[in-house]
T-cell receptor
Framework: GAVVSQHPSWVICKSGTSVKIECRSL??????MFWYRQFPKQSLMLMAT?????????EQGVEKDKFLINHASLTLSTLTVTSAHPEDSSFYIC???????????FGDGTRLSIL | AQRVTQPEKLLSVFKGAPVELKCNYS??????LFWYVQYSRQRLQLLLR??SRESIKGFTADLNKGETSFHLKKPFAQEEDSAMYYC???????????FGTGTRLLVSP
């Protein structure tokens, strides 16, 4: 149980393109989803916390207009990297939890490469 | 502010040897500590959490508030334990997790 699916797993696109990444909880309802970014050989850095039906809470230094997050249902959250540039290339990972005090379950991650 | 420190980037041991992956934290509130593991080409998985006080795959971790540590231990390492291990600190209510930089455990035959 507690499976989180992330799609796509890998995307390559040209600079200036907007890219959408989906995160789905397959067998549970996720009241909260989280989006992380991981640079090579570094730890996961939380970008934002997304609660179903409300605006995402962004961490300091993360541009909310650059990284649009939508959590329209209890099983789906999306991260859209708008007008992506090479410096946005990274590994993006989502996680979801069923409720407060519940552990986070992680997706496989999405490797984004901007040319 | 929450902070997690994993001082070792790489820990290399032989099969059957004891393993201890260090984790220290800094947090003014009541901490919730976790260990996550990432095997090669797999997603991050929860290994254990301190409130459960359980042993998973032979691994245990005890929260030491005096030393602000949550070291992961296993008495006899196996080759299949080779993976990346992340210590994570949750704030009150688990509103978010802060991860350490991770330790790669390599168990050689």
């Amino acid at each position: 149980g507690a499976v989180v699916s992330q799609h796509p797993s890998w995307v390559i696109c040209k600079s200036g393109t907007s890219v959408k990444i989906e995160c789905r909880s397959l067998d549970f309802q996720a009241t909260t989803m989280f989006w992380y970014r991981q640079f090579p050989k570094q730890s996961l850095m939380l970008m934002a916390t997304s609660n179903e039906g409300s605006k995402a809470t962004y961490e300091q230094g993360v541009e909310k207009d650059k990284f649009l997050i939508n959590h329209a249902s209890l099983t789906l959250s999306t991260l859209t990297v708008t007008s992506a540039h090479p410096e946005d290339s990274s590994f993006y990972i989502c996680s979801a939890r069923a409720g407060q005090n519940q552990p986070q379950h992680f997706g496989d991650g999405t490797r984004l490469s901007i040319l | 502010a929450q902070r997690v420190t994993q001082p070792e980037k790489l820990l290399s041991v032989f099969k059957g040897a004891p393993v201890e992956l260090k984790c220290n934290y800094s947090y003014s509130g009541s901490p919730e500590l976790f260990w996550y593991v990432q095997y090669s080409r797999q997603r991050l998985q929860l290994l254990l959490r301190h409130i459960s006080r359980e042993s998973i795959k032979g691994f245990t971790a005890d929260l030491n508030k005096g030393e602000t540590s949550f070291h992961l231990k296993k008495p006899f390492a196996q080759e299949e334990d080779s993976a990346m291990y992340y210590c994570a600190l949750g704030n009150t209510g688990f509103q978010k997790l802060v991860f350490g930089t991770g330790t790669r455990l390599l168990v050689s035959p």
